[in-house]
């Protein structure tokens, strides 16, 4: 299987992993230009940098996925070119995926074997063998004849990462690994990595979260607009200079929160329950209260009901059971349009970010009338008063581009989700939700986001804020209402409540129920921090 | 003739009319579980149609005009595979076009041959029954003999094209669920990126079981015109190819479900043929020779509705229909 295992590898100089000069451009974007980056082979190297800084394309020249414009690749010593990722695969490089390349319909097994082996035979039982050994070794848990699409995301990392081992890799790339997990399972993740750095083998951990990569990593390569800006010793810097490093400049990570005194309730979602079509219980009697002047967080795996939530408020979808009052009034069964008009207003970022809320093809001013044509006197539409309003965003929130006019597929992600933010905004609503907000976004627009959401809620607007980062939701949000499986598993103070209770929510326990057990969690970490693990 | 022999006879009918759609459906089958969907199976099994029976007319040798009536086909689906894969043309407008120009090049191609028939030599060959056994030992003991009887009349008194048939769909689902191979191409119709992260050549692959199974709709078409009618008419698949595409949704993609599938509508084809020669019912309106025609496609949307309906069931490749590009962003 392996093919690396040759002489030259075993001398500890000559790098895993060697790129040099790296280029490569997608139509008018530079995504890489000049990167250099090396990996020793025993060492987790972390790849650091914002989105859109580059991490990604680099990680997808090194497993075949793109070629490079320029520059060259050596894996132990050897100049590489590979064509496709089954050629980096040859030579023991293994990519997990940020978003998992499985295939759903299919067992653990079969997307572990896919792809490898010789002629006509599938060799099942030899298989099942082997990857009970791998399971083993790194301390993972997997069943094998189970479905894909019926594991949970940590589950799914796992066959991912026993896919590439059981390839016989030994260089292995981990994009953001942790950005879907629960605080648990990261540090799952962590062991299991620490492991295959005791094999010996070179680990790429890609991440922006800071932390993270002072936890785990020891040297660390900073990428900024498509440049390698250095690589360090992670013991070597503080945390501020190596987000000086990755901005560009220095940053102030804290998140304002300020206090509002709330002048009543505005939201109060009682016993609300929702089914598919095939009666599978989306949410299932969720019940809450928003106040005004208050930012609810709603944490929670992806799928866990969030986005039926949304639409449930915002008329999309009609619920089999339960109330929705807003401001005493029932909205259930009212027209989404009613509903805007009642000042209730909804933004949802998708993961492709351009699937829901905004027609790519048109330009910003189209698209901010896209909300509110139908409350235009007259059959014709009033260009005029959009193309104002569309001036007025662009100017309040500072959002880069040509021109009002200018198509919204052509913005960056960052841009594109501040026309969504602005539009809703714009409508003055006494109710925000809003989902995802910050999706992909680097620190600073990040922050921006904060900010527009902090001047709302000191408007007494009240705000539905459902984010995936953890930490933002504690440090942005007043309380943080956790969901798994479309129950509310609690709602607790954010600044009460530690991240570790959350992670555990998030899998099925109550609040009562993570107050005990964080506490001898928390013990048996100390005690191995003492003990040394690195 | 008693009744079990009208049942016996009735089933070797239906058999044999079955005989094209299987082809059809199998070979489709393998083109879309690797996330193909061909909507020129008709146009496929014309050009195997016509290229099999002119070289039947011309060469007299039955070989050369299996290998023709392939070959058509094969160069149908390779037009088809490098519009699609290659050039990542939409499939469906792809797949129609290669049905108007599969037409359109059979009819042309066989319009010197119309009225035509066979040859003796061809005829007895695609009229042969190669496993019809000798049953006069027991044509007189009780209860066994007439079973037997029936048995060899609804099973072994076909063409050897027929058990062909049934031995390509067997080793069709052999290959898609129990070879390396037919894993990949399951995993490259469900998700070609995952496919290629894996180190699947997701291209060749495609390439590959497109064109053999639009071989395969060409042999469903060499059924027609060489061996059922042994002549040549214009637009002589006559829609069964869309028929076809319907089916293959029917029995889920499942080359072995095929052969139940498409024994039921080569049945209701005999059925109506069979209404008609009855003096009685013969001149009803329904069933008339429209009519007949028609049954066939009432009962392809009524199953399409019913397999629809079943919403939890699995509904096809993920990516059936999607071109596949490497360096999307």
Same mark, same amino acid.
């Given at each position: 299987?392996?093919? *690396?295992?040759?002489?030259?590898?075993?001398?500890?100089?000559?790098?895993?992993?060697?790129?040099?000069?790296?280029?490569?451009?997608?139509?008018?974007?530079?995504?890489?230009?000049?990167?250099?980056?090396?990996?020793?082979?025993?060492?987790?190297?972390?790849?650091?940098?914002?989105?859109?800084?580059?991490?990604?394309?680099?990680?997808?020249?090194?497993?075949?996925?793109?070629?490079?414009?320029?520059?060259?690749?050596?894996?132990?010593?050897?100049?590489?070119?590979?064509?496709?990722?089954?050629?980096?695969?040859?030579?023991?490089?293994?990519?997990?995926?940020?978003?998992?390349?499985?295939?759903?319909?299919?067992?653990?097994?079969?997307?572990?074997?896919?792809?490898?082996?010789?002629?006509?035979?599938?060799?099942?039982?030899?298989?099942?063998?082997?990857?009970?050994?791998?399971?083993?070794?790194?301390?993972?848990?997997? @069943?094998?004849?189970?479905?894909?699409?019926?594991?949970?995301?940590?589950? &799914?990392?796992?066959?991912?990462?026993?896919?590439?081992?059981?390839?016989?890799?030994?260089?292995?790339?981990?994009?953001?690994?942790?950005?879907?997990?629960?605080?648990?399972?990261?540090?799952?993740?962590?062991?299991?990595?620490?492991?295959?750095?005791?094999?010996?083998?070179?680990?790429?951990?890609?991440?922006?979260?800071?932390?993270?990569?002072?936890?785990?990593?020891?040297?660390?390569?900073?990428?900024? &607009?498509?440049?390698?800006?250095?690589?360090?010793?992670?013991?070597?810097?503080?945390?501020?200079?190596?987000?000086?490093?990755?901005?560009?400049?220095?940053?102030?990570?804290?998140?304002?929160?300020?206090?509002?005194?709330?002048?009543?309730?505005?939201?109060?979602?009682?016993?609300?329950?929702?089914?598919?079509?095939?009666?599978?219980?989306?949410?299932? @009697?969720?019940?809450?209260?928003?106040?005004? #002047?208050?930012?609810?967080?709603?944490?929670?795996?992806?799928?866990?009901?969030?986005?039926?939530?949304?639409?449930?408020?915002?008329?999309?979808?009609?619920? =089999?059971?339960?109330?929705?009052?807003?401001?005493?009034?029932?909205?259930?069964?009212?027209?989404?349009?009613?509903?805007?008009?009642?000042?209730?207003?909804?933004?949802?970022?998708?993961?492709?970010?351009?699937?829901?809320?905004?027609?790519?093809?048109?330009?910003?001013?189209?698209?901010?009338?896209?909300?509110?044509?139908?409350?235009?006197?007259?059959?014709?539409?009033?260009?005029?008063?959009?193309?104002?309003?569309?001036?007025?965003?662009?100017?309040?929130?500072?959002?880069?581009?040509?021109?009002?006019?200018? *198509?919204?597929?052509?913005?960056?992600?960052?841009?594109?989700?501040?026309?969504?933010?602005?539009?809703?905004?714009?409508?003055?609503?006494?109710?925000?939700?809003?989902?995802?907000?910050?999706?992909?976004?680097?620190?600073?627009?990040?922050?921006?986001?904060?900010?527009?959401?902090?001047?709302?809620?000191?408007?007494?607007?009240?705000?539905?804020?459902?984010?995936?980062?953890?930490?933002?939701?504690?440090?942005?949000?007043?309380?943080?209402?956790?969901?798994?499986?479309?129950?509310? *598993? #609690?709602?607790?103070?954010?600044?009460?409540?530690?991240?570790?209770?959350?992670?555990?929510?998030?899998?099925?326990? *109550?609040?009562?129920?993570?107050?005990? =057990?964080?506490?001898?969690?928390?013990?048996?970490? @100390?005690? @191995?921090?003492?003990?040394?693990?690195? | 003739?008693?009744?079990?022999?009208?049942?016996?006879?009735?089933?070797?009918?239906?058999?044999?009319?079955?005989?094209?759609?299987?082809?059809?459906?199998?070979?489709?089958?393998?083109?879309?579980?690797?996330?193909?969907?061909?909507?020129?199976?008709?146009?496929?099994?014309?050009?195997?149609?016509?290229?099999?029976?002119?070289?039947?007319? $011309?060469?007299?040798?039955?070989?050369?005009?299996?290998?023709?009536?392939?070959?058509?086909?094969?160069?149908?689906?390779?037009?088809?595979?490098?519009?699609?894969?290659?050039?990542?043309?939409?499939?469906?407008?792809?797949?129609?076009?290669?049905?108007?120009?599969?037409?359109?090049?059979?009819?042309?191609?066989?319009?010197?041959?119309?009225?035509?028939?066979?040859?003796?030599?061809?005829?007895?060959?695609?009229?042969?029954?190669?496993?019809?056994?000798?049953?006069?030992?027991?044509?007189?003991?009780?209860?066994?003999?007439?079973?037997?009887?029936?048995?060899?009349?609804?099973?072994?008194?076909?063409?050897?094209?027929?058990?062909?048939?049934?031995? %390509?769909? /067997?080793?069709?689902?052999?290959?898609?669920?129990?070879? $390396?191979?037919?894993?990949?191409? $399951?995993?490259?119709?469900?998700?070609?990126?995952?496919?290629?992260?894996?180190?699947?050549?997701?291209?060749?692959?495609?390439?590959?079981?497109?064109?053999?199974?639009?071989?395969?709709?060409?042999?469903?078409?060499?059924? %027609?015109? /060489?061996?059922?009618?042994?002549?040549?008419?214009?637009?002589?698949?006559?829609?069964?190819?869309?028929?076809? /595409?319907?089916?293959?949704?029917?029995?889920?993609?499942?080359?072995?479900?095929?052969?139940?599938?498409?024994?039921?509508?080569?049945?209701?084809?005999?059925?109506?043929?069979?209404?008609?020669?009855?003096?009685?019912?013969?001149?009803?309106?329904?069933?008339?020779?429209?009519? %007949?025609?028609?049954?066939?496609?009432?009962?392809?949307?009524? /199953?399409?509705?019913?397999?629809?309906?079943?919403?939890?069931?699995?509904?096809?490749?993920?990516?059936?229909?999607?071109?596949?590009? $490497?360096?999307?962003?």
């Amino acid at each position: 299987m392996s093919k *690396t295992n040759t002489g030259s590898n075993l001398r500890a100089d000559v790098p895993a992993i060697d790129m040099q000069g790296i280029c490569k451009a997608f139509g008018q974007v530079q995504a890489n230009s000049d990167i250099c980056f090396s990996v020793r082979k025993g060492e987790i190297h972390a790849l650091l940098g914002e989105n859109g800084s580059g991490k990604s394309t680099l990680m997808n020249i090194l497993s075949g996925i793109y070629q490079p414009d320029a520059g060259s690749v050596h894996v132990y010593g050897q100049q590489v070119f590979f064509r496709s990722p089954r050629d980096s695969i040859k030579r023991g490089i293994g990519m997990i995926h940020q978003h998992f390349k499985l295939v759903e319909h299919m067992t653990a097994l079969e997307n572990i074997i896919a792809g490898t082996g010789q002629g006509l035979r599938l060799n099942k039982k030899q298989a099942r063998i082997r990857i009970s050994e791998f399971s083993e070794k790194f301390d993972m848990a997997v @069943e094998p004849d189970r479905l894909v699409s019926d594991m949970s995301v940590g589950e &799914k990392q796992a066959v991912e990462i026993l896919k590439v081992l059981y390839r016989g890799a030994d260089i292995l790339v981990l994009d953001e690994p942790t950005a879907v997990l629960t605080p648990q399972e990261i540090r799952k993740l962590f062991k299991i990595m620490g492991r295959m750095r005791e094999q010996g083998k070179a680990v790429v951990f890609i991440s922006h979260k800071l932390n993270e990569v002072r936890e785990m990593s020891d040297r660390i390569t900073v990428l900024h &607009k498509g440049r390698t800006v250095a690589t360090v010793d992670t013991a070597s810097l503080s945390a501020d200079a190596l987000i000086e490093l990755m901005v560009g400049r220095k940053v102030d990570l804290a998140i304002n929160r300020p206090r509002v005194v709330s002048d009543g309730v505005c939201l109060r979602v009682e016993n609300l329950t929702v089914q598919d079509i095939d009666g599978v219980k989306k949410l299932d @009697e969720v019940s809450f209260e928003l106040n005004h #002047g208050e930012i609810l967080g709603v944490a929670g795996l992806a799928g866990s009901g969030q986005k039926e939530l949304c639409e449930t408020i915002a008329g999309l979808i009609n619920p =089999s059971a339960g109330s929705i009052s807003f401001h005493d009034k029932n909205i259930v069964g009212l027209s989404p349009r009613e509903i805007i008009s009642l000042g209730i207003s909804m933004s949802f970022i998708p993961e492709d970010r351009l699937g829901m809320g905004l027609v790519a093809s048109m330009d910003i001013a189209d698209n901010i009338m896209l909300k509110d044509y139908a409350f235009h006197k007259g059959p014709m539409l009033q260009r005029r008063i959009a193309r104002k309003k569309a001036d007025n965003i662009v100017k309040q929130l500072d959002i880069q581009t040509p021109g009002i006019f200018h *198509t919204v597929s052509k913005l960056s992600g960052g841009n594109i989700q501040k026309v969504i933010l602005g539009r809703e905004i714009n409508l003055n609503p006494k109710l925000l939700i809003t989902a995802y907000a910050v999706r992909g976004l680097d620190i600073n627009s990040s922050h921006t986001i904060y900010n527009l959401l902090n001047e709302q809620k000191m408007k007494g607007v009240a705000v539905l804020y459902i984010g995936e980062d953890l930490d933002v939701l504690l440090d942005l949000c007043d309380r943080v209402m956790v969901m798994c499986q479309g129950q509310v *598993t #609690g709602i607790a103070d954010a600044r009460k409540i530690s991240k570790d209770q959350v992670g555990l929510m998030m899998t099925g326990l *109550t609040y009562h129920e993570t107050v005990n =057990s964080v506490k001898t969690d928390s013990m048996i970490n @100390e005690s @191995e921090k003492g003990a040394g693990v690195r | 003739m008693n009744a079990g022999m009208m049942i016996a006879l009735f089933l070797a009918s239906a058999i044999r009319m079955s005989i094209p759609l299987l082809l059809g459906t199998v070979g489709e089958s393998l083109t879309e579980r690797s996330g193909h969907l061909n909507l020129g199976v008709e146009g496929l099994m014309m050009m195997g149609a016509a290229t099999g029976y002119v070289v039947a007319y $011309r060469t007299d040798s039955i070989i050369l005009a299996i290998l023709a009536g392939m070959a058509g086909a094969g160069l149908g689906s390779l037009i088809y595979a490098f519009l699609t894969i290659s050039m990542k043309t939409r499939q469906d407008v792809t797949g129609l076009a290669l049905t108007i120009f599969g037409t359109g090049f059979a009819n042309t191609m066989g319009k010197a041959l119309a009225g035509t028939t066979t040859s003796e030599k061809i005829r007895a060959f695609t009229k042969g029954q190669p496993f019809k056994p000798d049953l006069t030992a027991v044509s007189e003991v009780p209860v066994l003999g007439p079973a037997l009887e029936y048995i060899s009349a609804a099973l072994l008194q076909h063409n050897l094209f027929v058990y062909l048939s049934f031995a %390509i769909a /067997v080793f069709a689902y052999w290959y898609l669920f129990h070879t $390396r191979p037919g894993l990949h191409v $399951r995993s490259t119709g469900e998700n070609p990126a995952a496919a290629d992260a894996s180190g699947i050549r997701v291209t060749s692959l495609r390439y590959l079981h497109v064109i053999v199974g639009g071989m395969f709709c060409g042999l469903g078409g060499f059924y %027609i015109s /060489v061996v059922n009618v042994g002549t040549w008419l214009d637009d002589i698949i006559a829609g069964r190819g869309w028929i076809v /595409v319907a089916l293959v949704i029917f029995i889920r993609w499942h080359p072995l479900k095929a052969i139940a599938g498409t024994l039921l509508f080569g049945a209701l084809e005999i059925v109506g043929f069979r209404m008609q020669q009855i003096p009685a019912l013969g001149s009803l309106p329904i069933f008339s020779q429209y009519a %007949i025609d028609l049954y066939p496609y009432l009962m392809t949307i009524i /199953v399409l509705v019913i397999t629809y309906a079943r919403k939890k069931a699995w509904q096809g490749p993920a990516s059936l229909g999607q071109p596949y590009f $490497r360096e999307d962003r």
